[in-house]
């Protein structure tokens, strides 16, 4: 069974800048894709950033310009830097995995992580 483990967030100033990362563990042979999420009080869980194996990338529109996502395929793992953060900004961030593949054919599987708080506070 594969599993998530994120780490970073924390607590920001407007402004201000934050990095989580996220590793696949487990005999993994690929990850198609990997990203992360956020859900803020009250509201519905929403896509902040995902790349693929071969380097494509989506961002909602709320981070364009200001979050990056990147990938160490060979370590399965993914980060999110943030940058000029805002307070709707502030949620739990979800890592998410697509389509893992174990060395032992098994697979493909979709998998969480268990969310890291991310508070932009003054």
């Known amino acids: 069974q594969v599993q998530l483990v994120e780490s970073g967030g924390g607590l920001a100033q407007p402004g201000g800048s934050l990095n989580l990362s996220c590793t696949a563990s487990?005999?993994?042979?690929?990850?198609?894709?990997m990203g992360w999420y956020r859900q803020a009080p009250g509201k519905q869980r929403e896509m902040v950033a995902t790349?693929?194996?071969?380097?494509?990338?989506e961002y909602a529109e709320s981070v364009k310009g200001r979050f990056t996502v990147d990938r160490d395929n060979a370590k399965h793992t993914v980060f999110l830097h943030m940058s000029d953060l805002k307070f709707d900004d502030t949620a739990v961030y979800y890592c998410y995995a697509n389509r893992v593949m174990f060395t032992t054919g098994r697979g493909p599987f979709d998998t969480w992580g268990q969310g890291t708080q991310v508070t932009v506070s003054a």
């Open positions: 487990g005999n993994i042979r690929t990850v198609l894709g």
């Open positions: 790349k693929n194996l071969i380097g494509n990338t």
